[in-house]
């Protein structure tokens, strides 16, 4: 099944009354509110709003990075609150070129829940009807079992990786913070030694994913004969990383995967290497 779904694909859905759970995950790095906010003004009607500092991460300690997973405990009471039982489909989407809706993607697929799309496009592609009443989540009647995130990688996995260079690394950040230039959200700059860089919005055609084969094409440039599990996908704090994973499983490269704590964890320890 493809990540993806249209907005018309997804119009039809809900006019056909199928039991469709939308996520709005709209965002803003620098203003936390900004989502919400947006969300009470103006939604896709029967959306519920998921936020990424509350429902999408864990408890920050100052050395896991800026938006940690949550436990798998934790993640699984937070999908029995906002209604995701195992057969729900969820429909994620975002304003921000779905960089927010990969991440519920992610966590999602990762913990079992394969039935999960992202709206291409996400709201600028969206020509039905909007609402502006907030629809409180309907929680699960049953509590959710919960299960390990597949395709995470930890730190000690990355350390190692300095010396073996058994996986490619991919930054999703912008080329400058990835040089160390114009850091604003984190205290260091620069990379982790060895990664190579992807701009998630390479990914995009304006708000809209590149065509499967344009991203087969662009991924298989860069990778080479690396294997897909042998990619491990970062960012600045595990977010924008999940676009790159959504890209390259929609470009036919399954099985990458994700060090969620990223460039934000990575350079809270000074002993580990920065490279400029």
């Not at 049953?142 to 597949?150: E, G, L, N, V, W």
Request: net charge neutral; charged share 20%.
């Amino acid at each position: 099944m493809t990540p993806l779904i249209s907005a018309n694909q997804l119009e039809e859905i809900i006019n056909s009354g199928e039991n469709v759970l939308l996520c709005d995950c709209r965002f803003d790095l620098v203003d936390p509110l900004m989502g919400r906010k947006s969300y009470e003004e103006s939604h896709i009607p029967g959306a519920i709003y998921v936020d990424l500092d509350k429902d999408l991460s864990g408890a920050k300690n100052g050395t896991n990075g800026r938006h940690p997973l949550p436990s798998p405990e934790a993640w699984a009471k937070t999908k029995a609150r906002l209604g995701i039982s195992p057969n729900t489909l969820v429909v994620a989407y975002d304003k921000q070129g779905s960089v927010y809706a990969s991440r519920l993607w992610w966590m999602l697929k990762a913990t079992g829940h394969a039935n999960v799309r992202v709206l291409d496009g996400g709201l600028d592609a969206w020509n039905g009807p909007m609402g502006s009443i907030p629809r409180a989540p309907t929680p699960c009647n049953q509590p959710i079992a919960p299960m390990p995130y597949a395709g995470l990688v930890l730190v000690d996995e990355v350390v190692a990786n300095l010396e073996t260079k058994k996986n490619k690394i991919i930054d999703a950040r912008g080329e400058d913070r990835f040089r160390g230039q114009n850091e604003t959200l984190d205290p260091v700059g620069g990379h982790i030694p060895g990664a190579m860089n992807r701009f998630f919005k390479n990914n995009l055609n304006a708000t809209a994913f590149k065509t499967p084969e344009q991203l087969f094409k662009e991924f298989s440039e860069s990778l080479g004969t690396t294997k897909p599990s042998e990619v491990i996908h970062q960012c600045g704090s595990g977010v924008t990383a999940c676009h790159n994973l959504l890209a390259m499983e929609l470009a036919g490269f399954k099985g990458s995967r994700l060090y969620a704590g990223s460039w934000s964890e990575w350079c809270a320890d000074p002993k580990r290497p920065v490279e400029l």
